[in-house]
């Protein structure tokens, strides 16, 4: 028996055929400022998501790390604005650790998107950076615009 499936047309991404709308393919510019953001995300799909979308919202992408030992090698020589951090990351250290290794270096403005967002997590999260937004996957896209927007005006989230 073979199955026929329909023809995919992976040039476009599905969330982008969603109706625009909270939580859809549509990010508000709630932000003018455009950021280098530096996305520390090991699955390859999240991350170009989080990329394709914070690039139509007038963002740049400094560059994508899987790992967080790669993000700290490059991150004097990129300069971002902003880090955007899964907290797991498979192997090697993990999204807080690399951010408290970025922050030793220089102060940037962090946001962690993650499908880990428990009381202890939390609680560490706290306890390693004092206050920094956590947006639990899948992340509504404009929330995280408009917690990007916040977090590089200086405000809490």
């Known amino acids: 028996m073979s199955l026929n499936f329909p023809a995919f047309e992976p ?3 599905a969330w982008r055929a969603l109706p625009p709308g909270p939580g859809f393919g549509h990010i508000p510019h709630a932000s003018k ?10 699955e390859s799909m999240v991350a170009w998501l989080l990329q394709t979308a914070l690039e139509d919202a007038g963002h740049e992408i400094a560059d994508i790390f899987s790992t967080g030992e790669d993000a700290i090698e490059a991150f004097a020589r990129l300069a971002p604005d902003l880090a955007l951090l899964d907290i797991n990351l498979g192997a090697g250290i993990d999204g807080i650790d690399t951010a408290v290794r970025l922050r030793a270096m220089r102060a940037i403005p962090l946001v962690f998107v993650s499908a880990y ?3 202890d ?3 560490r999260l706290s306890e390693c950076l004092g206050k920094v937004p956590l947006l639990r996957k899948p992340v509504r896209l404009n929330l995280l615009e408009e917690t990007i927007a916040a977090v ?4 809490d989230h």
């Open 117 to 119: 967002a428990d009381e």
């Open 11 to 13: 040039t476009i991404p």
């Open 152 to 155: 590089a005006a200086g405000h």
């Open 33 to 42: 400022a455009r950021l280098r953001i530096m996305i520390v995300e090991d």
């Open 121 to 123: 997590t939390r609680r």
